[in-house]
């Protein structure tokens, strides 16, 4: 019988990655889950270790071999470009390359659908110069997750609200049927399952995950 792993979890108190977070803890795969970013998880647990950060610059992984990362904002809620791009690119490669050095073997990153590092929008290509970064660190696994308009409850994660989202999900919702899968809004627990059963399979590689392979069904 194989040893359980260790897991490392960036972002979990945001929408996927407490997703994450709670099924890590709920399955047996893993003896420790580590959990890193600005404010502690709600709940303790068992296996659960928590580690709160002001910043990711100079951050040093435990001995870990798996690792989960969900870190991401907006500009606006960010405040500027620059305020983004430190949390969608350099915290999340500051993690990884920490991860990396620790002996983790399998990432698992949350992008954006439309991620492409030669896209003419901002917000597209920080995501997809990350998915570079991370794809030239030497992981055996990586797997990317790509998807479109995340549904939950933000209100409880204390996050900030965000009025257009809130209009975009509803319509959204009620124009379902005649939105193709990718384009369909999805639950950030849907998100964290499929990336957790990805990187758990250890396929060698890339994998890109769309948003509609990930739908629940």
Same mark, same amino acid.
């Given at each position: 019988?194989?040893?359980?792993? $260790?897991?490392? +979890? =960036?972002? #979990?108190?945001?929408?996927? %990655?407490?997703?994450? @977070?709670?099924?890590?803890? *709920?399955?047996? &795969?893993?003896?420790?889950?580590?959990?890193?970013?600005?404010?502690?998880?709600?709940?303790?647990?068992?296996?659960?270790?928590?580690?709160?950060?002001?910043?990711?610059?100079?951050?040093?992984?435990?001995?870990?071999?798996?690792?989960?990362?969900?870190?991401?904002?907006?500009?606006?809620?960010?405040?500027?470009?620059?305020?983004?791009?430190?949390?969608?690119?350099?915290? $999340?490669?500051? +993690? =990884?390359? #920490?991860?990396?050095?620790? %002996?983790?073997?399998? @990432?698992?990153?949350?992008? *954006?659908?439309? &991620?492409?590092?030669?896209?003419?929008?901002?917000?597209?290509?920080?995501?997809?110069?990350?998915?570079?970064?991370?794809?030239?660190?030497?992981?055996?696994?990586?797997?990317?997750?790509?998807?479109?308009?995340?549904?939950?409850?933000?209100?409880?994660?204390?996050?900030?609200?965000?009025?257009?989202?809130?209009?975009?999900?509803?319509?959204?919702?009620?124009?379902?049927?005649?939105?193709?899968?990718?384009?369909?809004?999805?639950?950030?627990?849907?998100?964290?399952?499929?990336?957790?059963? *990805?990187?758990?399979?250890?396929?060698?590689?890339?994998?890109?995950?769309?948003?509609?392979?990930?739908?629940?069904?």
């Amino acid at each position: 019988m194989a040893a359980a792993r $260790v897991a490392l +979890v =960036a972002g #979990a108190t945001g929408l996927v %990655g407490q997703a994450v @977070l709670a099924r890590l803890l *709920a399955g047996k &795969a893993y003896s420790t889950v580590y959990a890193v970013g600005r404010r502690a998880p709600d709940r303790q647990r068992a296996r659960l270790v928590a580690q709160v950060t002001d910043s990711f610059n100079g951050f040093a992984a435990p001995p870990v071999d798996d690792v989960f990362i969900a870190l991401g904002t907006t500009i606006k809620v960010a405040g500027s470009r620059e305020a983004f791009r430190s949390i969608d690119f350099d915290a $999340v490669v500051a +993690v =990884a390359r #920490a991860a990396r050095a620790a %002996g983790a073997t399998r @990432l698992g990153v949350v992008s *954006a659908m439309g &991620a492409d590092s030669r896209s003419p929008v901002f917000y597209n290509r920080v995501k997809g110069e990350m998915e570079e970064a991370v794809l030239a660190m030497g992981f055996e696994t990586v797997v990317i997750a790509r998807p479109s308009l995340l549904a939950g409850d933000r209100a409880s994660l204390k996050q900030a609200q965000r009025p257009r989202e809130k209009w975009a999900l509803a319509a959204m919702t009620l124009f379902k049927p005649l939105i193709p899968n990718n384009y369909r809004t999805i639950a950030a627990a849907d998100v964290a399952a499929a990336l957790i059963a *990805a990187v758990q399979l250890g396929q060698p590689g890339p994998r890109v995950l769309l948003s509609g392979e990930m739908q629940s069904h």
